[in-house]
T-cell receptor, first 112, second 114 residues
Framework: DTEVTQTPKHLVMGMTNKKSLKCEQHMGHRAMYWYKQKAKKPPELMFVYSYEKLSINESVPSRFSPECPNSSLLNLHLHALQPEDSALYLC???????????FGQGTRLTVV | AQSVTQPDIHITVSEGASLELRCNYSYGATPYLFWYVQSPGQGLQLLLK??????LVQGIKGFEAEFKRSQSSFNLRKPSVHWSDAAEYFC????????????FGAGTILRVKS
């Protein structure tokens, strides 16, 4: 089973809302990632968690707040987003940070 | 700086024809190399990877890729394309010393005509 599950699949939120994206994997992977993909662009790394500790933050604005409550779960808390934050948010995981990453189906976020 | 170049934005091939998608990278050492495929609005599926060893790697769905160090290339090939292969293909380079940071190329959209 190489499944990474993301919820919700679609999310529409206002600029004053607070929402969270969730990602779950049960493959025993110890590294998890958030990527952002704008329309017609490649994915761009946002955050890397390795053994539940944040190891990479690609200078992401503080309105995006990641959280890794345990080795199977990864959240992305959203607050005061801008319309330009509308994108496909992809979660991925890998056995360790030195292994290939498996991606979820993504959450399509629209900020209005 | 590390970079990945996919020179072809769109490629159209006939069903049953062979396919080659090009990928070049810029990096000081040998990186980890990947090809992913993405259908519209979907996540990315790993087709194959190269870490070390045999420079010709086999992947899923009949795809293969060849690492050529001298050309800094990792081109994806398939001998006979099926209509279901129509999708966007991303080449990616992984810099593992930075915690599996993947840098993606711009992508190549494959269209298959019957």
């Amino acid at each position: 089973d190489t499944e990474v599950t993301q919820t919700p699949k679609h999310l529409v939120m206002g600029m004053t809302n607070k929402k969270s994206l969730k990602c779950e994997q049960h493959m025993g992977h110890r590294a998890m990632y958030w990527y952002k993909q704008k329309a017609k662009k490649p994915p761009e790394l946002m955050f890397v968690y390795s053994y539940e500790k944040l190891s990479i933050n690609e200078s992401v604005p503080s309105r995006f707040s990641p959280e890794c409550p345990n080795s199977s779960l990864l959240n992305l808390h959203l607050h005061a987003l801008q319309p330009e934050d509308s994108a496909l948010y992809l979660c991925a995981s890998s056995q360790t940070y030195r292994d290939e990453a498996f991606f979820g189906q993504g959450t399509r976020l629209t900020v209005v | 700086a590390q970079s990945v170049t996919q020179p072809d934005i769109h490629i159209t091939v006939s069903e049953g024809a062979s396919l080659e998608l090009r990928c070049n990278y810029s990096y000081g050492a040998t990186p980890y190399l990947f090809w992913y495929v993405q259908s519209p609005g979907q996540g990315l599926q790993l087709l194959l990877k190269y870490f070390s060893g045999d420079t010709l790697v086999q992947g899923i769905k009949g795809f293969e890729a060849e690492f050529k160090r001298s050309q800094s290339s990792f081109n994806l090939r398939k001998p006979s394309v099926h209509w279901s292969d129509a999708a966007e293909y991303f080449c990616a380079v992984g810099f593992m010393e930075y915690g599996n940071k993947l840098v993606f190329g711009a992508g190549t959209i494959l269209r298959v005509k019957s």
